[in-house]
């Protein structure tokens, strides 16, 4: 079983606050991903990650950045934070085929 | 541009049935179809997947059924279980080096006890 931990959990912010998304796997995996989700509708990738100091962007436009320093950590980060980023975010590792998803960050910008 | 399309939006079945999920595709290069299963407030879980190289794949309860000529798949649940209520999403990718997978919309699936 995958072992992919995401923090916070949950997070309710100001606008304008500068925020980091944690994403750890324990795995070993190289490839690594973030995705964006409204409740109940489809996933969308935002930002992937091939190995360390590899970071691409996906195929959803993205306000936030991402950093690959440690194979085992990919954290995302928003510089100013808007209403418009309210949503679920999921982070995702996988060695091949398969893709492992944490639990996911909620993240509420008020 | 939705590459995989995904239907119906939401299903519901009573227990024991057998629900059915269907996934079309555009891009002939993918060769690889997982379907995710996802619970409210969690993270999608792999659940099934296969290659086009099979026309059929059985795990359990659920059976993926794919079509290479249609460019269609399908997730078959039998014995349906209210437990089994929750969201699943099929997906795509191509190549075996990156694997961006593309996702469906999403089926919303409900077992009546």
């Known amino acids: 079983e995958a072992d992919i931990y995401q923090t916070p959990r949950y997070l309710v912010i100001g606008t304008g606050k500068k925020i980091t998304l944690e994403c750890s796997q324990t795995m070993g995996h190289d490839k690594m991903y973030w995705y964006q989700q409204d409740p109940g509708m489809e996933l969308h990738l935002i930002h992937y990650?091939?190995?360390?100091?590899?970071?691409e962007k996906g195929d959803l436009s993205s306000e936030s950045t991402v950093s690959r320093i440690r194979t085992e950590h990919f954290p995302l980060t928003l510089e100013s934070a808007r209403p418009s980023h309210t949503s679920q975010y999921l982070c995702?590792?996988?060695?091949?085929?398969?893709?492992?998803f944490g639990p996911g960050t909620r993240l509420t910008v008020t | 541009q939705q590459q995989v399309k995904q239907s119906p939006q939401s299903l519901i079945v009573q227990k024991g049935g057998i629900p059915i999920i269907n996934c079309a595709y555009e891009?002939?290069?993918?060769?690889?179809f997982p379907w995710y299963q996802q619970f409210p407030g969690k993270g999608p879980a792999l659940l099934i997947a296969i290659r086009p190289d099979v026309s059929e794949k059985k795990e359990g309860r659920f059976t993926i059924s794919f079509n290479k000529s249609a460019k269609q798949f399908s997730l078959h649940i039998m014995d349906s279980q209210p437990g089994d209520s929750a969201t699943y999403f099929c997906?795509?990718?191509?190549?075996?080096?990156?694997?961006?997978?593309?996702f469906g919309q999403g089926t919303r699936l409900t077992i009546n006890p």
């Open positions: 990650s091939y190995g360390v100091n590899s970071t």
């Open positions: 997906a795509a990718s191509k190549g075996s080096g990156a694997q961006k997978l593309v």
């Open positions: 891009n002939t290069a993918f060769d690889y």
């Open positions: 995702a590792s996988s060695d091949a085929p398969g893709q492992y």
